[in-house]
């Protein structure tokens, strides 16, 4: 059974930049594609990023497309979401998720398997 842990939330000021953690150890994390999805309040949960097994390919949100980056550390079983000139209409609660078609990025909740608690980010203006 997984358990994913992420970490780093916080409250940051508008244009400045937050580096958000999710590991989990007891999941063969090599085997799995990973993502960050975020909810804010009163809003559905929404895609922000994905990343396949190896890192090789990843996907974004067109909104943080060149201000956040998902990177994984399959050594240390974690994956990362650098996010950089953070705006207001970033706040959300931050969700990683692991799913099992490795091979492949996708943007569907539907598709995870596993789910972290979430780490709330707060942007001040």
């Known amino acids: 059974q997984a358990q994913l842990v992420e970490s780093g939330g916080g409250l940051v000021q508008a244009g400045g930049s937050r580096r958000l953690s999710c590991a989990d150890s007891?999941?063969?994390?090599?085997?799995?594609?990973m993502a960050w999805f975020r909810q804010a309040l009163g809003k559905e949960r929404e895609f922000v990023a994905t990343?396949?097994?190896?890192?090789?390919?990843?996907n974004y949100k067109d909104s943080v497309k060149g201000r956040f980056t998902i990177s994984r550390d399959n050594g240390k079983n974690t994956v990362y979401l650098q996010m950089n000139s953070l705006k207001p209409e970033d706040t959300a609660v931050y969700y990683c998720?692991?799913?099992?078609?490795?091979?492949?990025?996708?943007?569907?909740?539907?598709?995870?398997?596993?789910w972290g608690q979430g780490t709330q980010v707060t942007v001040s203006s």
């Open positions: 998720a692991a799913g099992s078609a490795a091979g492949s990025v996708y943007s569907d909740p539907g598709r995870y398997m596993y």
């Open positions: 007891k999941l063969t994390f090599s085997s799995y594609t």
């Open positions: 990343i396949n097994w190896n890192g090789g390919r990843t």
